[in-house]
Each structure stands twice: as C-alpha cells, then as structure tokens.
C-alpha cells in the first residue's frame, strides 16, 4: 500500500513537468506586465524619430520592451531602457508606433495606444550646427525626477530637437518648439549634472549648454551625501585645472580619485594635513588640442570606503 502511494506521487511529479513545464513545488509565472504608458513620438530630423515611454510594472520585473513600427518589430531593448531613436526613414512621411513590455517567462503586456507622427521634409545640405542653448536650469523634483528649462538655440534652418544628456549619455529629447523637459528614473540623494543640446533636420548638433548640477532628496534614513562639490575644469595649453570642495566629514579628506572618460585615471593625496576649503589639482595632459574630456572625482571617507562621485565636467585641451 505504501509503495502504491509512493509511486502515485512520483507519476503525478512527472505529469506536471510535462505539462507545466516547471518542476513540482515551483509556481509558473503567467501574470502579464501592465502597459507601458504615455507612448510619445518626436522627430529628431527627417530621417529619425525619437519614441520614448514610460516604464511598466511586472511582479516578477520587465526584461525587455519591444517597438513596432505599423505592427512590424523594429526594435527589442532591455527592461532598463525608455527610449529609442528609430532611424533610416523617409522624410514627410508619416509612421505609428506602438510599444509593449516582456517579463522572463515571456509573458507580454498589451501594446500601447498608437502614436502617430510625420517626419519633416528633408533639408537641403546643411553643414551649419545650431548654437549652444543657453541659461540651463534645473530643479530636482522629489527622489526620482528633475525638471530642466533653457533658453533657445538658433539655427539656419531650424532646431528640429533639444537633447539632452547626463555624463555624455542621452537620457531624453524633446521636439524643438520646447524649452523644458521632466527626467524621470533618477536615484535619491544623488548628484546629476546635464547639460543640453540644439540639433536641426540635418542631424547637425550644437555644443553643449552651461551644466547644470542637481541633487534628488534622499531617502528617509539615508546617510548624508558624500559627493564633492562645485567642481570646475579649465583647460590651459598642456594641462587641465580641477578644483573642488571635499564633502564634510568628521575627518580631513586627503585622498581623492579622478576619473577620465568614465575611468579611473589617478589617485590624489595631499601628504600633509590638505587645505581647508576648495582645493586645486593640475592634471597634465599630452593629448592634441581639441580632444574631449570628462572628469568626476570621487573622496576616499574616514571609514576607508570610497564616497560619491562628483557632477561630472566636460573640458576641451588647447593647444600651446
């Protein structure tokens, strides 16, 4: 009788693995993730669109987004990406698009709503960027947003977008009768620093705009921030000036690390007690001039633990 019982269990193991396709005990997931929301399309020039949304919601986490272009896939990106440029189209035609979201166990959300935009007409050869735009201002808004306004970019034929970017990565654009943008997604008690940027039908993009530097409010409880402050970078013929305030700990900071183009470059150390108030370093450099650097710079704590990084600068080298 026992083993009759016994062996009844096993069969029973083996049928829900054949027909469930998960082993006993474990819990297939079937929950679909919701539907990504406010779908936006926006013409970056006449042959691109820029189609953004925002995140959607799965009990077991979004792995992935898929864009249709017409109901034809265009597009798969990973469950952390919002926006995608969509390129290599014709100009003064007009494309729908529509966006759903995927989990790990392949469930599908429904698509979105379909946005429908038309690109501009194409422009003739235009080799001219627009200019910088200017008076960039910010606010953080709570924990995971900020909002950004600025002044307008000018251009012979037009801006057609702004962009706009957080250490050299675009994070958002905007059509380019808009001077203002809402960042979503960002991390509490964190420096950001964004700059902007004009770009016309040609894909021609300006310089960058002044940074603006922001810090999102903390989360309830969390430590105070470790991130140096007011950090400037001026190039001179061969060399680069840094100069920063430490954060405020209950010790002396004498040691800094200063990283280039996302990496680590060299370790700072003011051997005797470091001066009190902003401090200055001088990097040189060998590079030819108009090559592009980004710095941040991060404070070694009393506790030995490395703080946060700086609001990152983007400097140019001159030449001699």
Known sequence: M???????????????LLLGGCSAGEVKDTQKPSTPQRLTAQAGSASSVHVMWEAATDDTGVTAYEVFQKGVKVKTLTGGRTMVDIERLAPSTAYTFTVRALDAAGNRSPQTAAVTMTTPAA????RTAPTAPRLLRGAANGRN??????????DATGVTAYDIYQEDSRV???????TTARVTGLRPGTVYSFTVRARDAAENSS???????????AAPGAPPATAPTGLKATARPGEIVLTWTPPETVAPVKEHQLHLNGAFATTIVWGAQPPPGPVTYTLTVTDPPGTRYSVKIRARLPDGRWGDFSAQRTVVVTGG
């Open 2 to 16: 026992t083993r009759a019982a016994t062996v009844t269990a096993t069969t029973v193991a083996a049928l829900l």
């Open 207 to 217: 310089p960058d705009s002044n940074p603006v530097d922001l810090t999102t409010a």
């Open 145 to 154: 947003a900020a909002t950004l306004t600025w002044a307008r970019a000018t």
């Open 172 to 178: 958002h654009s905007v059509t380019g009768n808009v």
């Open 123 to 126: 422009a003739p050869e235009d």
